[in-house]
């Protein structure tokens, strides 16, 4: 066997498309936001919007607070 075996056999997997990755991870995050939305209605009913409002103007960084407003958002929606 020769170091290049390895590269041109068929086995070799590739990574998905960065487009595909794009598309995977913006579809988990809808999933995660619709998940935090039926848990939050769950456990505090009408009080969720609120609950996650105040998430969303906490210090733990962009991406959570850009979470929670999101959250926030489809709570409204939902009313």
Same mark, same amino acid.
């Given at each position: ?13 590739? *990574?998905? +498309? ?7 991870? @913006? $579809?988990?995050?809808? &999933? ?20 996650? *409002?105040? +998430? ?7 991406? @959570? $607070?850009?979470?929670? &407003? ?10």
């Amino acid at each position: 066997m020769t170091a290049t075996d390895g590269v041109t056999t068929d086995s070799v997997q590739r *990574r998905p +498309s960065l487009l595909r990755r794009l598309w995977q991870r @913006r $579809r988990s995050r809808r &999933r995660q936001i619709d998940y935090a939305v039926w848990d939050l209605r769950e456990r505090y009913g009408e009080a969720a919007y609120g609950i996650a *409002r105040s +998430s969303a103007q906490q210090p733990i960084g962009f991406e @959570r $607070r850009r979470f929670w &407003r999101k959250v926030a958002v489809r709570l409204r929606q939902l009313g």
